[in-house]
């Protein structure tokens, strides 16, 4: 080993081993979930992974969305103020572009799990993140905040040019490249840092992913508070150039840990393995499948697919199970050493597929909490926007979503410390992720609620005369719903996700976000279009006191509302994926309860 001078004592194949030197006989451990150090070797649990990179990583994600929010939480009001468009212009191009962010990180995803790995795929993305926070910075100083301070109340900025919106949009969708394609890599990069199959790091790994939900919460308060009163009062130039600080620390940072981290290898593009398992089953459709899984294909020892633990035989989509099947048309297939998986494919391969056909449906029932979740960064804003502060110190509207940041740092301790270890007195598991996913639900469809009864008050008072603090319990609400929402998406998908497509797990929560915007928006031109007319300001108007946004939020509530019920009756049909591995450390855990007891 690189960092030990010795003799190895015992062989390297076991989980510890002993190693002589200078005389002295020291025990080294190694990870037993098969991750490797950055030069392929075994991981050591003293030299790598742990809280040392877990928090390297904390803190990176922390910085990195300040710098992301930075940009994202007032991008509606420059569009307005300094590109002058329209309410609903805005509030569209906010949607498809926070909506672009969530699609790149299925770019990233593919990637990671496919070619490049997690960690090479952090630094490239995160380089990109950096060169377009840089771009827009420029772009803004140079181009576009023209008479200086202009973008604030009060002073119109000049009607930007065709080379600077050009070189606007470019930088941010550069952001958006850079910041979705790492996102969900860096979640279950940061997860890869603790052993799933050792009792001391199992409770850590599944913690971290709470943690790294308040990290970017955490981060993005920053940005919501300081950075965004800044930018409200025209100093555009000021905050651009903090986020790009921030990026490149965190770049700084990421890269700061590299000897530290812990891998796992991508298990090349599964795409091929999809196609594969399709083609066999076709082939043999009119074959009879055998009803015990034992007696399907499968390979001898611990992995099936490269980076990837054998994954148990389930019921479902047993059409699937053809393409296991052992013929007499393919039984020189089965005594090959290399089988030609488009005729015989593993069971583990075959329930790769079936375990992504699983996740899609419950995937697609939480497209529609995003479409609430992203009225926050929108209409939230443009309506708190026409509210008052009751000070002489004006109280920019983004920044409310510090509300929402402070609910989801509560909420995620509340959960942490108090539900966790309530309900694992009857479930060591504690609340199932399908159970908090309803739960953020049907939180989404009150935020909602409340945001239109706040709208409801403020159009049939003196709308200036309506206190800004009016808004403080949709924010709650909705912080609430993110913690239930988000948190038990990130541990579902990346749990049920199989090995070799663990970003792409993360990303199915990054990308119910992108379509849940895209949605949003083909939602809000719909109602605008249905709603408006020539002599008829609409829903949506230009000038909101004109218009009824309460009647948008309500809709969206009963929307959700009716996707909170597709959803229970999909969750409570769902079957668990289940790993050789996770089904002996469940019972070792349940013996082990059982013992205390």
Same mark, same amino acid.
């Given at each position: ?39 392929g ?24 969305? @300040? ?11 420059f ?8 309410n ?24 990671? #799990? ?21 771009l ?16 604030d ?20 969708y ?17 997860? #890869?840092?603790?052993?799933?199959? #050792? ?13 790294f939900?308040?990290?970017?919460? @955490?981060?993005?308060l ?32 990421f890269?700061a ?15 091929p ?47 699937l ?49 995003s ?26 509207a ?5 509300f ?11 959960y942490r ?13 504690? @609340? ?62 990346s ?5 070799? @497509?663990?970003?792409?797990?993360s ?5 119910s ?23 008829r ?8 006191? #004109? ?14 509302t ?19 591995e ?16």
């Amino acid at each position: 080993m690189r960092y030990l001078r010795g003799s190895l004592i015992f062989s390297r194949n076991t989980t510890s081993v002993e190693i002589e030197n200078e005389g002295n006989i020291m025990e080294v451990e190694y990870t037993k979930d098969g991750s490797v150090d950055r030069s392929g070797r075994s991981a050591t649990k003293r030299y790598t992974g742990g809280l040392v990179s877990g928090i390297l990583i904390l803190f990176n994600q922390g910085l990195a969305t @300040l710098a992301f929010f930075g940009v994202g939480v007032n991008l509606v009001l420059f569009l307005t103020r300094v590109l002058q468009q329209s309410n609903a212009e805005a509030a569209n191009n906010v949607s498809k572009w926070t909506g672009t962010v969530y699609l790149f990180s299925l770019v990233g995803a593919f990637l990671s #799990d496919s070619y490049w790995g997690r960690y090479k795929t952090c630094t490239i993305f995160q380089i990109i993140f950096v060169a377009g926070l840089v771009l827009l910075s420029l772009t803004s100083s140079m181009l576009l905040i023209t008479p200086a301070g202009c973008g604030d109340h009060f002073t119109p900025c000049r009607t930007p040019s065709t080379l600077g919106e050009a070189l606007f949009y470019l930088s941010i969708y550069l952001i958006a490249l850079g910041n979705g394609g790492y996102q969900p890599t860096i979640a279950t990069f940061g997860a #890869d840092q603790f052993d799933g199959e #050792d009792s001391r790091e199992r409770h850590s790994k599944k913690a971290f992913f709470s943690y790294f939900y308040l990290a970017l919460n @955490l981060g993005s308060l920053f940005s919501n508070t300081i950075l965004v009163y800044f930018e409200d009062m025209g100093m555009w130039n000021m905050g651009f150039w903090v986020s790009s600080s921030s990026a490149l620390l965190a770049l700084v940072l990421f890269l700061a840990g590299t000897k530290r981290y812990r891998h796992f290898k991508p298990s090349g593009n599964p795409l091929p393995r999809v196609a594969q398992v399709l083609v066999a089953a076709v082939r043999k459709w009119e074959v009879a499948a055998p009803t015990n899984g034992e007696d399907l294909y499968e390979l001898d020892g611990k992995e099936s697919i490269i980076g990837s633990k054998k994954i148990l035989h389930s019921d479902q989509y047993r059409f699937l199970d053809k393409a296991a099947t052992i013929t007499e048309a393919d039984g020189h297939f089965h005594s090959a050493k290399h089988p030609d998986p488009w005729h015989l494919c593993t069971v583990t391969q075959v329930e790769e597929v079936k375990s992504v056909l699983r996740l899609l449906p419950i995937w697609l029932c939480t497209i529609m909490y995003s479409v609430a979740f992203t009225q926050m960064a929108s209409l939230f804003v443009e309506q708190g926007d026409k509210m008052s502060t009751g000070t002489h110190f004006r109280i920019p509207a983004a920044s409310m979503s510090a509300f929402d940041i402070i609910s989801v740092a509560f909420h995620i301790l509340l959960y942490r410390r108090v539900l966790t270890p309530l309900f694992s007195r009857e479930n060591y598991r504690g @609340l199932s992720e399908l159970v908090r996913m309803g739960i953020g639900l049907a939180l989404a469809a009150l935020a909602m609620i409340a945001a239109g009864l706040v709208e409801w008050c403020r159009l049939t008072r003196v709308p200036q005369s309506t206190s800004i603090f009016w808004q403080v319990p949709q924010y709650c609400i909705v912080g609430a719903s993110e913690v239930f929402m988000y948190v038990g998406q990130l541990e579902f998908f990346s749990r049920q996700a199989p090995a070799g @497509l663990k970003s792409f797990g993360s990303a199915l929560c990054m990308a119910s976000i992108s379509f849940g915007n895209y949605m949003s928006s083909i939602l809000v031109a719909v109602v605008a279009k249905i709603t408006g007319g020539r002599n008829r300001p609409g829903w949506i108007a230009e000038e909101l006191d #004109d218009g009824r946004l309460d009647r948008f939020f309500f809709l969206v509530a009963a929307m959700v509302t009716a996707d909170l019920v597709l959803y229970v009756v999909l969750a409570r049909r769902y079957k668990y994926m289940e790993v050789e591995e996770e089904r002996e450390e469940d019972e070792e855990e349940m013996l082990g309860r059982v013992r205390a007891s």
